[in-house]
Structure formats: structure tokens, C-alpha cells
């Protein structure tokens, strides 16, 4: 019997930043062909990908003994977080711009709890909104997130590395 836990976001991400030998998690996560793309869904896959990017954030946070996210320690860890990536077949790409067409909005806990609009006793370490106004993209590697750092925005996808 597997074990669920093995291929939760939190457990791989961590498994991605202190395993040099994680080949039971390549191509584990498989993309719909882009002409199919109208009648599957690879938000699925962009959803988990973005969990395991989110839990790998705070993890590289943990060892630096901290919960909260600035920009600094953001910059410091991201070519950390695309090397890893490439463990499980993707490349990540993070760049600091604005996109109105993004599926969803990722922010992180900050120094300062009232920067969350939706709740000054916002508690957990990441809050993630899907954005109501997205218009569907059919190539998965066109589907963005906006990944929220205090006043910094960070555009984020992902694209299958083709052996």
C-alpha cells in the first residue's frame, strides 16, 4: 500500500530541497497535451505545482528560523527554489513584474499582520485567491501566478522540461 503522505506538496517539497536522489517523483506529474487543453484541466497540475513551491518557501524560511517572508530573503532563495525544481522535470520562472491575467494570487506572511485585507488575524503562512477576473489559457505554460512579498509582486509559472 502507498503511503499518501510521500506525495503530499509539503512532503515532496521538502524532499526536493534534501534529496539528491528523489527519481520516484519524476514525471509523477503529468501534463494534458496543449491541443487536448479545452477539454482537460491543467490548472490541477498548476495548483499542486504552486503548493510545492509555497511549501518549499517556507521550509528554506524554517532554516533560517522564521516565519515571515520579506524581500530580501525572497531574492536570496530563488535560484535555490529553480535548481530544485528541476529535480521533478520543471522549470520555475520568477519575475518581478505585473500581469493583470493571472490565475491566482499568493501572499505570504509578512512582519506586518494588518498588510492582509482579508483578515487582520490572518495566522497561517500563505493565503492563496483565485483571481475572478482570469481569462483561460490553453498552454500550460502560460498560466501565471502573482506571488505577493510585502510591496513586491512576483509574476511565477512553471514549464514541463522535455527530455
Not at 491543467?42 to 504552486?50: D, K, P, R
Not at 522549470?91 to 494588518?114: G, M, S, V, W
Request: net charge negative; charged share 25%.
Amino acid at each position: 500500500m502507498i503511503d499518501d503522505t510521500e506525495y503530499e506538496p509539503s512532503t515532496i517539497a521538502w524532499k526536493l530541497l534534501v534529496d539528491d536522489d528523489i527519481k520516484q517523483y519524476k514525471g509523477e506529474l503529468m501534463l494534458i497535451d496543449s491541443s487536448d487543453a479545452k477539454t482537460h484541466n491543467n490548472e490541477f497540475v498548476f495548483e499542486t505545482l504552486v503548493l510545492i513551491f509555497i511549501n518549499m518557501v517556507f521550509q528554506l524560511n524554517s532554516i533560517n528560523e522564521t516565519d515571515y517572508m520579506t524581500e530580501q530573503l525572497f531574492d536570496k532563495m530563488e535560484n535555490t527554489l529553480i535548481e530544485k525544481f528541476r529535480k521533478i522535470n520543471f522549470h520555475i520562472f520568477i519575475a518581478k513584474l505585473e500581469e493583470p491575467n493571472y490565475y491566482c494570487r499568493i501572499t505570504l506572511k509578512q512582519d506586518d499582520p494588518t498588510f492582509f485585507y482579508i483578515h487582520p488575524e490572518f495566522t497561517e503562512l500563505f493565503h492563496i485567491l483565485i483571481n475572478a477576473s482570469y481569462k483561460k489559457v490553453f498552454k500550460f505554460e502560460d498560466i501565471l501566478s502573482k506571488l505577493c512579498v510585502n510591496s513586491t509582486n512576483y509574476i511565477i509559472h512553471f514549464a514541463k522540461i522535455i527530455n
